[in-house]
T-cell receptor, first 113, second 116 residues
Framework: LAKTTQPISMDSYEGQEVNITCSHNNIATNDYITWYQQFPSQGPRFIIQGYKTKVTNEVASLFIPADRKSSTLSLPRVSLSDTAVYYCLVGDIKGGGYNKLIFGAGTRLAVHP | DAGVIQSPRHEVTEMGQEVTLRCKPISGHDYLFWYRQTMMRGLELLIYFNNNVPIDDSGMPEDRFSAKMPNASFSTLKIQPSEPRDSAVYFC??????????????FGPGTRLTVL
């Protein structure tokens, strides 16, 4: 499985856009990029997933350049409730739903008033 | 759906005792995962099942740990005998199978285990 590297922590303020970049230089052709969010005392929660270019949902956007060696999670106008740990995962997804995920250390985002 | 259900939410036991953690996955999900989270090691995958069959248990730390899935709606993770270093939050997650890229896992609230 491809190894990922992301910043240990980030700070932001309410109303700002936050971009968290993840490096995955050894990503393979079959790998998808997935981001999860974890609040204290809760299990991780799926945010977004993509393979290439840009993906957007009601929570976030995911930007993936053509070489796919990195990806950026973009959170628009963060609020205090976005304070959490964000995990970037690269999974070898095969047909039929092979879903093994390896969680790294994640990025601890702190949003300040 | 109520989501993934885990019990108990908190467990405090003494070293040497047997501990059983329980999980009810979301109905219709084919995959079930057990994770362990600690400050030192982060979130680790212990074992996962597909259609009630264990597929990969390479993350199970040692023989003291065992997991079963007797049917599609129930799984257990057992530690016997427990040790203080087993103290952690244990998460159960489930996911449906599907086309490539469908990879959303739904996590339960976790069981916080403390072994004294």
């Amino acid at each position: 499985l491809a190894k990922t590297t992301q910043p240990i922590s980030m700070d932001s303020y309410e109303g700002q856009e936050v971009n968290i970049t993840c490096s995955h230089n050894n990503i393979a052709t079959n790998d998808y990029i997935t981001w999860y969010q974890q609040f204290p005392s809760q299990g991780p929660r799926f945010i977004i997933q993509g393979y290439k270019t840009k993906v957007t949902n009601e929570v976030a956007s995911l930007f993936i350049p053509a070489d796919r060696k990195s990806s950026t999670l973009s959170l628009p106008r963060v609020s205090l409730s976005d304070t959490a740990v964000y995990y970037c995962l690269v999974g070898d997804i095969k047909g039929g739903g092979y879903n093994k995920l390896i969680f790294g250390a994640g990025t601890r985002l702190a949003v300040h008033p | 759906d109520a989501g993934v259900i885990q019990s108990p939410r908190h467990e405090v036991t003494e070293m040497g005792q047997e501990v059983t953690l329980r999980c009810k996955p979301i109905s219709g999900h084919d995959y079930l995962f057990w994770y362990r989270q600690t400050m030192m090691r982060g979130l680790e995958l212990l074992i996962y099942f597909n259609n009630n069959v264990p597929i990969d248990d390479s993350g199970m730390p040692e023989d003291r740990f065992s997991a079963k899935m007797p049917n599609a709606s129930f799984s257990t993770l057992k530690i016997q005998p427990s040790e203080p270093r087993d103290s952690a939050v244990y998460f159960c997650a489930s996911s449906p199978s599907g086309p490539p890229g469908l990879n959303e896992q739904f996590f339960g609230p976790g069981t916080r285990l403390t072994v004294l």
